[in-house]
Structure formats: structure tokens, C-alpha cells
């Protein structure tokens, strides 16, 4: 019996720096998010890679800096909203759709998320920057492919993608993935060599089943070429909602509308979105947010 890996990612570089990568696992992580949502079998399964596809894109970010992967598809979810931040920390949620409702492409052929799109906004740390967003079509409706394309047609990085969540029942039982990059200085046969490590893969989901330490995979697609560990992070869930965003948010109604709960309701309750905790704004909160907005 193997001792279970904690929810983690993984960087490294091969030797000469030409091959850059990240391996994650995050079991728990997708397992917990996952019945926060009350979401099982293929809704769990397309939360968890878009849950790890934004960690992978925050794993090569600045720190300060913020990822919002945003996928609207026509698939198993009209959207999932994910904020990934590069010390680990994640949130997000999936509106899902039910398997009579999906639509797969004019052909029935696309992956889990069928047609749609995929954008990723970075925030900088600093205020008053630019954020940067790219956004592209899914191609292929597999979110590890799409991103692939992403990484080629926005940041003109050559990239390999895999991402695999495994469900048993109503349980998540193993999720990971990988991302590989070349760099400009990569040579053609490293670039080959990898590739063909990676297509050995059979499953990655059943791989991580076996065993989901993320540097096992790593020394598995990087087999000969020496690769060093240039860190590790350990991953977490984190919700940054507070009373006072939720009041902010309310008040974003309106005057009139806040006057309108005050007479009926009396108070209000607002659900986030991400960890679905309930925040409730009393008459005598209502009557401060009314006097602020006069
Ligand atoms: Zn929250």
C-alpha cells in the first residue's frame, strides 16, 4: 500500500532548459470542490479538469497575478468559471447540462465540451495594468487539447496538455495532469523524444489510479533527458467572498431595488457562486447600504 500523494504541482526544467514542465495532482481538491457543488460522474469530471487546466496556466504565472479560465461550451456545462492563483490557490464552479441537452458538433464528435469557446483572462498583481486575455474556439471539445491550442495561437508556446479525472460511483478517485512546453532553444529530437514518451501513455487516468505522484509522471515523460525540480506547491481551495463583497454586490442592484427587498423581504440573502456559502443582509444592513447610495 502506497502512501497517498497530498494535492500538489510539480515544476521542472529539462537540463539544457529547453523543456519546461508541470505535473499536478489534485484528488482531493477536485473531490472536495466537486461535492461542494453536489456534482458526480461526468459533471465532476469536467469540473476537475478546468479546475487543473486554470492551476496549470496560474503555475507559470507571476506571483500577485490571477488566472479566470472561462469555458462556455455546448457540451456536459454551458460554462465553467475557475480563478487560479500562482501560490495554488483555486476556486470555480460549472453550470452543468444534462446528457439529453448536450450537443457534441454537427458530427456527434466532439469531446465533453462540445463547441464554444476558451478564454483566459491573467490579471497583473499591480493596479491600473492591462489584464491579458486570449481567448480561442474549441477545436476539438477535449479541454487538454483545447488548451494546447491556446497555449500555441495565444502565447505562441509549443505545448502538450494531458488532464484526467477518474470517477468510481459518485466518487472522484483520481485526478491529474501534465503540461509540457518547448522553448525557443528546443532541438527537434528533444522535442520528439517527449512526444513519443507521451503517446506511451495508454490511460492517465488509470496511470494515476496506480500511482498519482506528480514526479512519477514527470520522470515518465521526461524518461532519458535529465529534468530538474524547480519547485512545488502544494494545492488548495480558497474562496475570497465576504459579508462586505456580498453588500457590494447587492448594492450593484440599485437604490430602488434595495428599497423594494427593505419593504418586502426585509432582508436579503446572497449564495456565492464559488464555495455556495449564504450571506444574509439584514433590514438594518439594507437601511446602511440604502443611506451610502444617496
Ligand atoms: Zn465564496
Known amino acids: 500500500m502506497t502512501q497517498p500523494v497530498s494535492d500538489k504541482w510539480i515544476k521542472c526544467i529539462s537540463d539544457q532548459g529547453s ?4 505535473a499536478l495532482q489534485a484528488t482531493q481538491l477536485v473531490r472536495s470542490v466537486a461535492s461542494m457543488h453536489h456534482l458526480t460522474g461526468i459533471h465532476a469530471e469536467v469540473l476537475g479538469e478546468a479546475l487543473m487546466g486554470a492551476l496549470m496556466v496560474a503555475s507559470y504565472c507571476k506571483t500577485g497575478e490571477q488566472v479566470n479560465l472561462n469555458v462556455r461550451g455546448s457540451g456536459y456545462s454551458s460554462q465553467a468559471l ?5 501560490d495554488g490557490a483555486v476556486r470555480g464552479y460549472l453550470l452543468p447540462r444534462s446528457r439529453e441537452e448536450a450537443f457534441f458538433g454537427e458530427g456527434g464528435d466532439t469531446g465533453p465540451w462540445g463547441v464554444g469557446t476558451l478564454s483566459v483572462l491573467r490579471t497583473k498583481g499591480k493596479p491600473g495594468t492591462q489584464p491579458y486575455i486570449g481567448t480561442v474556439p474549441l477545436v476539438t471539445g477535449f479541454l487538454a487539447k483545447d488548451l ?3 497555449w500555441l495561437q495565444s502565447e505562441q508556446v509549443p505545448s502538450a496538455v494531458g488532464l484526467a479525472v ?3 460511483g459518485d466518487e472522484v478517485v483520481a485526478a491529474g495532469g501534465f503540461l509540457i512546453q518547448a522553448m525557443p ?3 527537434l529530437s528533444e522535442i520528439k523524444a517527449i512526444e513519443q514518451n507521451i503517446k506511451s501513455i495508454e490511460s492517465l487516468s ?3 489510479a496506480r500511482d498519482a505522484d506528480p514526479l512519477h509522471l514527470l520522470a515518465q515523460i521526461f524518461q532519458n533527458a535529465t529534468f530538474m525540480i524547480v519547485q512545488e506547491t502544494p494545492l488548495k481551495f480558497k474562496c475570497h467572498c ?4 456580498a453588500e457590494r454586490a447587492l448594492a450593484l442592484s440599485g437604490a430602488a431595488e434595495l428599497r ?9 440573502s446572497i449564495r456565492c457562486d464559488f464555495c455556495t456559502k449564504e450571506y444574509t443582509i439584514s433590514a438594518k444592513d439594507l437601511e446602511r447600504l440604502l443611506a451610502s447610495s444617496a
Do not use: C, M, W
Request: aromatic share 6%; net charge negative.
Open 148 to 150: 494546447t491550442f491556446y
Open 260 to 268: 423594494d427587498i427593505l419593504k418586502n423581504e426585509r432582508k436579503a
Open 242 to 245: 465576504s459579508q462586505e463583497r
Open 185 to 187: 532553444q528546443a532541438s
Open 82 to 86: 475557475v480563478d487560479a492563483h500562482p
Open 206 to 208: 488509470e496511470d494515476l
Open 166 to 168: 477518474k470517477t468510481e
Open 19 to 22: 523543456i519546461r514542465g508541470v
